[in-house]
Structure formats: C-alpha cells, structure tokens
C-alpha cells in the first residue's frame, strides 16, 4: 500500500501522509522520487492513527474530563488509554482511588488503584500526535518526530515508577501505553531489567482491549 493509497483511504492528503511517515520512519525516507517501502506492521500503525486522529474514541464515564474541543479525540491520547486501564483494572477487582485530570494536567499518579491490602500506582502516557491541539495551527505537524518523542514518554515513564518503588517499596507499579510498535520495541528492550524491578507494563489497542506485557509485583 502506498502512501496515496493510505490517504485515499483515510480521506486525507498524500502529502500529509507522507509528512508522518518521515517522522515516524525516518531512516526508510526514499530520496527524492523514491517510493515507500512499508511493512503491514506500519501501514496497519499509520492507518491507526488516521482513524484515531479522524473518528476519536468514545468516552468512558469520565465525568471530570467531558470530551471537548480542547481534548484530543486520538484514540491514543493520554486521558483515553488511562480510562481503558482503570476500566480494565475494575474488572480485575481493584477499586480506583484516583485518576488523575489529564486534561488539565494534574499532578501526582495517574491511577491510583487499591484491592484488598494492595496498592498499584500505574503510570499512564499517550503516543504523540503530529498536529497541535491549537486550533490555530491545525494545519501545521510539529516538528518532533513522534517516535523520538514517545522514547522520551517512556524514559519519563520508567523513572517515575522506579522512583515510586523507591520512596514507597509496598507499592505494585505499572506503566501503560497504547498499542504502538516504538512502545512494544522499547518494552522488549527493557523487559528483563522492568521484570526483575517488579514493574508491569500494559498496552491499550485502538479497539480498547488491554494486554498485560508485565504484572507487577514486589521486587526481587
């Protein structure tokens, strides 16, 4: 599939496709008058984040946060994987103490979560969008490329829950994404050394399904 034919799908310009996928594939950028070589793996992530971008995701009781012009409908933003973790981890019988205001940017844990005498903190980031939220400048992609960007989310990720081990050793610790190939790249990179720290890892897909990469538990 082609970068025209993932527009026409989409019902977006060639060009703009074309924009995001130098970004978020910049070693295979063909020179000039070059064509695109893209794994199904990619053309299935691009095609993931024109829906997200285009169709939004539905809201899942978050009172606090209603869905306006000022919060992003990506099914990959922030505040909608952190709803799927929390409703996810309702079914596994934990009892939600606090989410965090995503849109306003609140500090402190993302979720806080209790079942029984247990208490997980999970850490909860969203991929970058190649627009800005500015209504402004809709018509502009930013010029950080999201997989860089996304590498840095996880970094942040990573040593806010390892600090959380630190300061309060009892807790479980979890850190959650949506279903991106940078996220699962980075988990496997990482998996041995988040094993051995107790640290889980969960990933949202764009139908909502959570997977459990990792289940916390106390460190070894």
Same mark, same amino acid.
């Given at each position: 599939m082609t970068p025209d034919d993932i527009a026409?799908?989409?019902?977006?310009?060639? #060009?703009?496709?074309?924009?995001? #996928?130098?970004? =978020?594939? @910049?070693?295979? $950028?063909?020179?000039?008058g070059g064509r695109w070589e893209l794994s199904a793996e990619q053309v299935d992530e691009v095609l993931a984040y024109f829906r997200?971008?285009?169709?939004?995701? @539905?809201?899942?009781? +978050?009172?606090?946060?209603? #869905?306006?012009s000022t919060v992003p409908v990506d099914w990959f933003w922030e505040g909608h994987v952190q709803?799927?973790? $929390?409703?996810?981890?309702r079914t596994q019988g934990w009892s939600i103490a606090r989410l965090a205001n995503t849109a306003a940017r609140s500090t402190g844990p993302d979720i806080e979560a209790r079942r029984g005498p247990d208490r997980l903190i999970v850490e909860v980031k969203g991929f970058p969008s190649i627009g800005y939220r500015d209504p402004r400048r809709a018509a502009e992609i930013k010029r950080t490329n999201p997989t860089l960007q996304a590498r840095?989310? *996880? $970094?942040? $990720?990573?040593?806010?829950?390892? &600090?959380? +081990?630190?300061?309060? @050793?009892?807790? #479980?610790?979890? =850190?959650? *994404?949506?279903? *991106?190939?940078?996220?699962?790249?980075?988990? &496997?990179?990482?998996s041995e050394p988040l094993a051995e720290l107790g640290i889980g890892v969960m990933l949202v897909t764009e139908s909502g399904k959570v997977v459990e990469l990792l289940r916390p538990s106390t460190s070894s």
């Open positions: 026409r799908r989409v019902g977006v310009t060639g #060009l703009r496709v074309r924009g995001l #996928l130098r970004q =978020m594939y @910049p070693r295979q $950028a063909p020179g000039s997200g971008v285009r169709t939004g995701t @539905p809201s899942t009781g +978050r009172s606090e946060v209603p #869905l306006t709803d799927r973790v $929390a409703a996810h981890l840095h989310w *996880f $970094a942040d $990720a990573l040593l806010k829950v390892v &600090r959380q +081990r630190g300061t309060e @050793p009892g807790d #479980l610790v979890a =850190m959650a *994404f949506p279903d *991106f190939e940078r996220y699962r790249s980075l988990c &496997r990179d990482t």
